[in-house]
């Protein structure tokens, strides 16, 4: 009997999935025959290429909101970010006022190595006029960049001086660093800032913790505040750090898919000492990943607030164009059974990308009385059977609100139409040589440089010129924000990103609690014994 059944399970199963087939089969000659009619009989000329992209698209726009379709630039531009390197001239650049102002130069790459410098501003690209004309920015990026081993040619306007200097250079491979910042936060903590989950990600992340070890590091804080994700496999390498031998990280299933798991291999890199993640509304999906791991494991702080609730894992399903399409094949569950995907609906992207801003709407990004989770969405940690919740991002232990008071409306202009970067340059552009005589080292220009009158004076000034009212009030409230930003941009140019990290950091109410929290070992302890 037994037999029998299994035989007429396994021939239920054959004809179900050959029945499936032949629907799929079916559709598709319905959308082949559909182009071929349209290509060949309508009444005027058509663009095949455009008309399936369209097709394309609105089959994924009837899906979730993270599949997707991008044409082959596009898809060179969206995997860029998330690779090693790339071949150009090694610059990072600001558009400031129709003109490309160098940022910084990476080291040992091609323009450092003729002798471009921050600050410069380039005015042409081989015979190509780029400043003053309105020209995209990423037909500005195309010019520079090129294969391996090509030439361009660029003039540079340098300082106060009228005239262009014209350099060569051999564009080569540009590593793309992930890492914004590793430093000593304190004596014996360390902090890291990713801003993304790239290939070179977890090879960064060691270097870092090498570095900060040799300087004194016991505790660390990963920074992933704004960092929206990348690779599945560099998440489950960084957490793998954290934890101990075997323990879960993640699993992934899906209707097609069956459940993969990940798990903590040997011995990690920091799997002692104290560990605080900062995290807010942007973190989303890698950055899940590694926060939902460390809480569900019971081994450190999650703080800030609650992150995006990205749980759908895409495949990506490279096109012979070079074009190609995201599909969600799978949602990743952390090791307590958590679902981390916030609520859709299928075929509506729009209502879905609205999300934090009714979030903050609502009052969640400055009040967590204002969260609020089913019983059916709470979830018990691994190892002190905390509370935690599933369904909608992963909700810290530690909840810092975001403080909206100093970012006035006078200040979202003048940031948002680039005036902040615009002084920064400008003071440079007059002061570099004096500056660089005078604070030699980054330590004594943390202490010692302060942002004047006279430079926030010029700011004014050309806020006005920009149309921008100056309003008292507001200006008063943002001013402390505004000094902190514009000695932060000048620290970066005259040091690094660094630097930038370091000085702007000043004003982190998240890294602030991060330190107490970290520094006090009874507290630290409470928060992950304790029952939410």
Not at 52 to 58: L, P, S, T
Not at 73 to 85: A, C, F, I, Q, R
Not at 152 to 178: A, D, N, Q
């Amino acid at each position: 009997m037994n037999r029998i059944l299994s035989i007429f399970i396994v021939c239920t199963l054959l004809y179900s999935s050959a029945h499936a087939q032949q629907r799929t089969d079916m559709e598709a000659r319905k959308l082949s025959m559909a182009l071929y009619a349209i290509s060949n009989l309508y009444v005027d000329k058509t663009d095949e290429k455009k008309l399936v992209e369209d097709a394309i698209v609105g089959m994924l726009e009837k899906l979730d909101p993270h599949s997707d379709y991008s044409d082959p630039e596009e898809t060179k531009e969206l995997t860029e970010p998330l690779d090693s390197n790339f071949d150009g001239i090694g610059i990072q650049f600001n558009m400031l006022t129709d003109t490309l102002y160098v940022i910084q130069v990476i080291s040992g790459g091609p323009s450092e190595k003729v002798g471009l410098m921050a600050g410069d501003r380039i005015i042409m690209v081989d015979d190509s006029l780029i400043a003053g004309v309105k020209m995209k920015t990423s037909d500005i990026m195309k010019r520079l960049k090129g294969p391996k081993g090509t030439e361009v040619r660029v003039k540079v306007k340098r300082g106060i001086s009228t005239e262009l200097l014209e350099f060569k250079i051999i564009r080569g491979k540009i590593p793309v660093y992930s890492l914004d910042a590793a430093y000593m936060a304190d004596a014996t903590t360390g902090y890291i800032r990713l801003n993304r989950f790239a290939a070179s990600s977890h090879e960064e992340f060691n270097k870092a913790l090498v570095k900060l070890r040799q300087q004194g590091m016991k505790h660390l804080i990963l920074d992933l505040q704004g960092n929206g994700g990348g690779y599945l496999h560099v998440a489950c390498a960084l957490a793998d750090e954290f934890l101990g031998k075997d323990r879960l990280i993640v699993y992934t299933k899906g209707n097609r898919q069956p459940r993969e798991e990940a798990d903590a291999t040997e011995k990690g890199g920091f799997e002692n000492g104290r560990l605080v993640i900062m995290v807010d509304e942007a973190s989303a999906s890698a950055s899940e990943i590694v926060s939902g791991a460390v809480q569900d494991w019971d081994r450190g702080v999650i703080l800030g607030r609650r992150t995006f609730g990205k749980g759908l894992v895409q495949k990506p399903i490279p096109m012979p164009d070079g074009s190609m399409i995201r599909l969600t094949v799978a949602r990743y569950y952390t090791p307590s059974g958590r679902y981390i995907q916030k609520p859709y609906k299928n075929g509506q992207a729009k209502e879905y990308n609205r999300d934090l801003i009714e979030r903050y709407n609502r009052g969640e990004l400055m009040n967590a009385d204002s969260i609020h989770f089913p019983d059916s969405l709470k979830f018990s940690t691994l190892l002190n059977k905390r509370t935690v919740y599933g369904g909608g991002g992963i909700m810290p232990d530690i909840f810092i609100p975001f403080d909206s008071t100093r970012y006035t409306d006078y200040h979202r202009k003048v940031a948002g139409m680039g005036i902040v970067n615009r002084v920064a340059m400008n003071y440079l552009d007059k002061n570099r040589k004096e500056l660089g005589k005078k604070y030699p080292a980054f330590k004594t220009y943390k202490a010692k440089f302060e942002v004047t009158d006279e430079i926030l004076q010029e700011l004014q000034k050309l806020a006005t010129d920009e149309k921008i009212e100056f309003n008292e009030e507001q200006y008063n409230r943002s001013k402390p924000l505004i000094s902190l930003q514009l000695k932060a941009l000048i620290a970066r140019d005259l040091f690094d990103m660094n630097e930038y990290f370091q000085t702007i950091n000043d004003d982190n109410e998240s890294l602030k609690e991060a330190l107490r929290i970290i520094n006090d070992e009874a507290a630290y302890r409470k928060v992950l014994r304790k029952s939410r």
